[in-house]
């Protein structure tokens, strides 16, 4: 799993905003406006669930940086106390 910000208007995370557009091509989002973190699941190529969460501010192979801001740092701490 990892922590993103969604955009409140277009409902995409913000690993899919890279640039200045959404790479959603009916995603007419030039000014994403992110709300607080949240934590989304991710799978492996075989559709496993990948249950761990993956450190904020990782570089990731599909996702490429992930964000690393107090806000994330937090989600992530609490989570990884619960687990
Ligand atoms: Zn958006
Ligand atoms: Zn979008
Ligand atoms: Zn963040």
Known sequence: MIIIHR?????HPDIFHRGT???YTQCLCPDPDYAG???I???TPEWQLIEEITPPGSRTRE???LCDCAGC???YQR?????
Do not use: R
């Not at 955009?7 to 409902?11: L, V, Y």
């Not at 989570?79 to 687990?83: G, R, S, Y």
């Open 63 to 65: 996702f490429g940086v």
């Open 37 to 39: 973190p949240e934590v």
């Open 41 to 43: 699941p991710t799978w």
């Open 73 to 75: 740092a937090n989600l």
């Open 79 to 83: 989570e990884c106390a619960i687990t």
């Open 21 to 23: 557009t959404c790479c």
């Open 7 to 11: 955009c409140a208007k277009c409902k």
